[in-house]
């Protein structure tokens, strides 16, 4: 079936290091690809999304974009900030059925200052 | 636009027990999803549906769970006879269904304990 993998955590960086968070899927066919973030105390929260191969999502200064030659989708930011401190999950959505999202393991991200 | 509400927050139950969440999605959003997750893993889908009807369900969703949506609005899940492997948090997310890749929302989850 579906899968992602995700670089394992935790992840610790110094404020303004630059980012990267690896991303591998296997599926079949091309499904949608995403990054949701969970803050502290919070719920899952969309971060960006590509829908189709060579897409880059972005938001709030990360990147990812989806790579259907080496089927990944690696998160990256130029210069985190102590507020990006949160665990970030990467997922794959199939385009047929349910679209139901199949996640990875998550990645625990510290951001000190 | 309230997002999407789940309660209880937290529940603690003995072993035996039946439990029941419910999930109210964002409104006119079509569709709803269940899914799992234990400590340091990621989300694990249990089952959906489109409006009222429940069209998916996966080999994790044993006997012993059972989940509506009545009127396709909110809706609920239920865990007869909890076990402590039961032990989760419980996630409801809703999407529009308008499109591909439609975005889901998440609620902010259910922390099932069971002792």
């Known amino acids: 079936g579906d899968s992602v993998t995700q670089m394992e955590g935790p992840v610790t960086l110094s404020e303004e290091a630059f980012l990267t968070i690896n991303c591998t899927y296997t599926?079949?066919?091309?499904?949608?690809l995403f990054w949701y973030v969970q803050y502290p105390g919070e719920g899952l929260q969309l971060l960006l999304k590509?829908?189709?191969?060579?897409d880059k999502g972005s938001n709030k200064g990360f990147e990812a974009t989806y790579r259907k030659e080496t089927t990944s989708f690696h998160l990256e930011k130029g210069s985190v900030q102590v507020s990006d401190s949160a665990v970030y999950f990467c997922a794959l959505s199939d385009l047929q059925g349910a679209q139901k999202l199949v996640f990875g393991q998550g990645t625990r991200l510290t951001i000190n200052p | 636009d309230t997002g999407v509400s789940q309660d209880p927050r937290h529940k603690i139950t003995k072993r035996g027990q039946n439990v029941t969440f419910r999930c109210d999605p964002i409104?006119?959003?079509?569709?709803l999803y269940w899914y799992r997750q234990t400590l340091g893993q990621g989300p694990e889908f249990l089952t959906y549906f489109q409006n009222e009807a429940q069209l998916e369900k996966s080999r994790l969703l044993s006997d012993r769970f059972s989940a509506e949506r009545p009127k396709g609005s909110f809706s609920t899940l239920e865990i007869q006879r909890t076990e402590q492997g039961d032990s989760a948090m419980y996630l409801c997310?809703?999407?529009?269904?308008?499109?591909?890749?439609?975005?889901?929302?998440f609620g902010p989850g259910t922390r099932l304990t069971v002792l």
């Open positions: 409104s006119e959003h079509n569709r």
């Open positions: 997310a809703s999407s529009l269904g308008a499109s591909i890749a439609d975005t889901q929302y």
């Open positions: 599926a079949t066919g091309y499904p949608s």
């Open positions: 590509a829908t189709k191969a060579d």
